[in-house]
């Protein structure tokens, strides 16, 4: 079962996510802050993680002003290499150029559809577990 990471702090949004990825098979877990994010991500390995834009901090002066772009360059610079895509109602080129260039393989808006929600997601899982595939034949190959 593939796990997730949803980090949103819109509570009834997230939970209703949750839900809706639950019935489609994928074990997931909720953070609603920044910091709880981190605190997952530093803890547990997840297949994917789903990273709302306007995210709520604990610490910041400005407390929503895009702290997801800045989550994501956090959780790179951890060396987390699973997908991470931006899932956010924040419409806009510079939205989507913001948080592709903090390090989000992908930028989906929450008005898109679920079926298309669910392929992106299974598509960069999917690419995610072959890059680790052909890694691991690397390995064995030059030892």
């Given at each position: 079962?593939?796990?997730?990471?949803?980090?949103?702090?819109?509570?009834?949004?997230?939970?209703?996510l949750?839900?809706?990825?639950?019935?489609?098979?994928?074990?997931?877990?909720?953070?609603?802050?920044?910091e709880?994010?981190?605190?997952?991500?530093?803890?547990?390995?997840?297949?994917?993680?789903?990273?709302?834009?306007n995210?709520?901090?604990?610490?910041?002066?400005?407390?929503?002003?895009?702290?997801?772009?800045?989550?994501i360059?956090?959780?790179?610079?951890?060396?987390?290499?699973?997908?991470?895509?931006?899932?956010?109602?924040?419409?806009?080129?510079?939205?989507e150029?913001?948080?592709?260039?903090?390090?989000?393989?992908?930028?989906?808006?929450?008005t898109?559809?679920?079926?298309?929600l669910?392929?992106?997601?299974?598509?960069?899982?999917?690419?995610?577990?072959?890059?680790?595939?052909?890694?691991?034949?690397t390995?064995?190959?030059?030892?």
């Amino acid at each position: 079962m593939n796990s997730i990471l949803l980090v949103d702090d819109e509570a009834t949004i997230c939970a209703e996510l949750k839900r809706t990825l639950e019935r489609f098979a994928y074990k997931v877990e909720m953070a609603h802050s920044f910091e709880s994010a981190l605190n997952f991500i530093e803890e547990v390995r997840f297949d994917a993680i789903l990273v709302e834009f306007n995210l709520k901090s604990e610490r910041a002066a400005h407390p929503r002003s895009g702290r997801g772009v800045q989550l994501i360059r956090q959780i790179r610079a951890l060396g987390v290499t699973s997908p991470v895509l931006m899932l956010t109602a924040m419409e806009g080129e510079p939205y989507e150029t913001a948080s592709l260039d903090a390090g989000a393989d992908d930028f989906i808006l929450k008005t898109d559809s679920i079926p298309s929600l669910l392929s992106q997601l299974r598509a960069h899982m999917r690419g995610h577990e072959e890059r680790l595939s052909e890694k691991t034949k690397t390995e064995r190959i030059s030892m």
